[in-house]
């Protein structure tokens, strides 16, 4: 998967992003498979947590892991204007969120990327 921009919220993930040999929802679909798998069992050998056994019922039905929303909310991008009315619309969330007062503060966002103020975790394709 490519990614071009990025934010992770406490409770949402926005991404611009394109496959680079599948189909892009086939790969949002195995990522949110893998996550939420890995994500329960962080969470089941966590010897601190104290909400295993409410979270174990929370998280599962029908004998599945339901960690992420069913499907996503996918919009094809042709043009330079509307990649760059995403790319902010995604980069401002942390700030409409009141959790830092610019975008490029923001630590689990590709903004300080962009403004070249440091490289995130996740790399950012196409700022090479």
């Known amino acids: 998967m490519l990614v071009y921009g990025y934010v992770v919220m406490s409770n949402h993930v926005h991404l611009i992003a394109r496959a680079a040999h599948e189909n892009l929802s086939d790969v949002i679909r195995d990522h949110k498979k893998h996550t939420a798998k890995k994500i ?3 969470i089941m050998a966590n010897k601190r947590e104290s909400r295993k056994e409410w979270l174990s019922l929370v998280l599962q039905h029908r004998g599945h892991i339901w960690f992420w929303e069913e499907g996503y909310h996918g919009e094809a991008i042709y043009t ?11 980069h401002q969330n942390p700030v409409r969120a009141g959790l830092v007062e610019y975008p490029e503060h923001y630590l689990h966002s590709s903004a300080a990327d962009y403004v070249g103020l440091r490289q995130g975790r996740l790399t950012v394709d196409g700022l090479r």
């Open 80 to 90: 330079d204007d509307f990649f760059l009315s995403k790319l902010n619309y995604l």
């Open 40 to 42: 329960y069992e962080a």
